[in-house]
């Protein structure tokens, strides 16, 4: 049984204020997932980094924060949620100070590890400190609201990134966290001080260990796997090793999980459709908004396509930003009475339709031919941020909502690992494929065609341009022209992925969501 607190501690005042710090704490999560991206030409500058470095800049964030965000909630659940996410306010703080202070890629990664370990408690307890200091009647809406500013926060993340490593200096975005952390941090006193999130710690409750050793074996070596196989070879060692031993840290998760009074993460949940479908539509939404997110960015700054700067593709990608910040807080006070099944595929269906939609640009396309393609994606995107965590975890008891909340967000972050990995093989597939077929047309005596084949391949675009430059005004063109219509199919390739895997979404919640709605707290019934 949980230990009580309270009388009515987490009033519309008491409420409110929660909902200012974890909504504070999530901008920053939200807002590192995606600035961060737009300033690594200046990281590899100032720090003169490797590819592999600058790959696990981004990398290494995601990384630790998949692997530990079940394990914090879960901590969260028996130590205390409050402590936990004051842990993680303090940890992320720490994180940006180290790569704000950055004097070397070393200190830059282990700042970055921090921030992700930081992330984790955040992301991992944000939601269900939110559910219990909320009152069941308004959950949705905070749920919404929750939803709302992450996906604003992603949103805008280009935005005020590329502005600060234009305009200022790079190191101005992590100066940010700390000024919203603080912020966040003195809102919190006032939240543990007049106690308005209560208290649902597990009395007599024991940690997990075996099953969070396990967890650790499994997503960290996955992680790791996912986000180097395309830079170290899917059939390399360095790919392979990681993937057997998540591969059998399933298998011992699943053993541990079954024997275990109080599992760290309770399978038998999985059997209730609506909670596999919150988890299972996280992971959609968030494989959907990263294979986007990081294509939409490098095709608009592309020079052959629409040629934005970092912060002009930051304000293109606005209304899809805009549209799911709207949706997800509107949402969820005209759907909480009824049943999410048709929100939910509509949601999905919107995903699909917008990506169908978008694998018809090109580089001639302009933001004019897609703006409101991008509204019927963050429609759809709106509605899954928005929705599906109040899906499934009104359906646990109140002692179990942190380990809820952990299961969610960690297929969310899984979902955006997988996204970016399985976008990056479509676009590079397509490429190699495309690339191919421009060598073998280039001019069969043509001194330079040695030189293009390898630029092609291992060069950069200003190479590129300097050779085409020095072919006969024929052959340039239509080598030019070959090129700026494979980045197209390249894109749109990414595009498909992304509308298939929505419309994947759509079918689990046509099949899934079936049925009456069931009671608050029914999952319970599983577990005995």
Known sequence: MPASVTDDNSGSGGG?????MTALCMM???FNSTAVATILPNLKTEFDLSPSSLQWVMAIYTVVSATLVTIVSRLGDITGKVGVFFAGMIVFALGSALVLLSQDAAMLLIGRGAQGAGAA???GTSLSLLTAATPEDQRASVTGAWGAIVGLAIGVGPILGGAFAHYLSWRGVFATDLALLLVAFLVGLRVSKEHYVPDTRLAGAKFDMAGAVALVLLLGPLSFALSNGESQGWTSSSTLIPLCVSAIAVIALIITSRRS???LIELRYFRHPRYFMAAAGMFITGFALFSFFVYFNVFVQSPDAFGLSAVGAGVAILPLSLSMFVVSVIAPRFLAPYSFQWPVILGMGFMACGFLLLTTTTNTTGMGGIWWKLLIIGTGLGIGFSLLPRLGLRLLPEEHMGQGSGVVNAFLYFGATLGAVVGGLAEAITTRRGLSEVIAALP???EQRADLAHALTHGTASQVQQLIAGLDPDTGATLARALRDLQDDAFDSVMLIAAGVALVGMLLALL????????????VNLTR
């Open 121 to 123: 408690a955040l992301f």
């Open 16 to 20: 409110r204020l929660v909902l200012i």
């Open 512 to 523: 899934l969501l079936r049925g009456p709605v069931p009671p608050v707290h029914s999952a």
């Open 444 to 446: 069969a005596g043509s």
């Open 28 to 30: 920053v999560v939200g």
């Open 261 to 263: 009074a109080d599992p």
